[in-house]
């Protein structure tokens, strides 16, 4: 096994471990935006580890910058598939009370909104889209779109792009550091 897809697997434990402690703490809602944070740095020591550790594996010898790229983005990706892997069944089955808050406060903030048909008569007026349907119809609606964002394949969907998108970000800006600055 490559030495950057090993770094990423021991980094994706790494994190896995401390999300599971937190959630046996019972801190799992507290640390839910922290962790987005962490997990991204966590990313960023991926690659930049795995990228370290395989030039270091070569002797630091002179290799190209596409070699040093995709010893990088394997870190990045291998990473990114776990996680979001395992953040859709910690999402699914272990700690689903993280996207019921989220999806209690979205309904109540509607419900807030919109408290009554008055109210509704106003986004009729504005939004050509809702005038023919009714209030209860527009509720019932907002409520199914709500629990769809918030539901575990859209967590992992949107996990799994954000940190592919982040993983080429960082793959690309690491391997120029690392070749510029650090292995000079």
């Known amino acids: 096994m490559k030495t950057s897809v090993r770094v990423a697997l021991s980094v994706s434990l790494v994190w896995i471990i401390l999300n599971l402690i937190i959630y046996l703490i019972g801190f799992s809602r507290e640390f839910f935006a922290i962790g987005i944070l962490l997990n991204i740095f966590f990313l960023l020591a991926s690659i930049a580890i795995g ?3 395989s030039r270091k594996e070569k002797k630091f ?3 190209l910058f596409l070699e040093d790229f995709k010893a990088a983005m394997q870190s990045g990706i291998v990473y990114a598939i776990i996680i979001s892997g395992f953040l859709y069944v910690y999402h699914n089955n272990i700690d689903t009370s993280i996207r019921q808050a989220l999806t209690d406060e979205r309904i109540e903030s509607l419900h807030n909104t919109y408290p009554d048909e008055a109210s509704f008569k106003i986004l009729q007026e504005s939004n050509p889209e809702w005038k023919d349907k009714n209030y209860d119809f ?4 907002q409520e199914d779109i709500t629990k769809g964002i918030y539901s575990a394949f859209s967590v992992f969907i949107f996990h799994l792009m954000g940190l592919f998108l982040f993983a080429m970000f960082f793959s690309f800006f690491g391997t120029i550091i ?3 600055v650090i292995l000079r």
């Open 51 to 53: 990228l370290f550790l």
């Open 61 to 63: 010898a002179e290799t």
């Open 138 to 141: 527009f509720i019932e609606e």
């Open 178 to 180: 690392i070749r510029r």
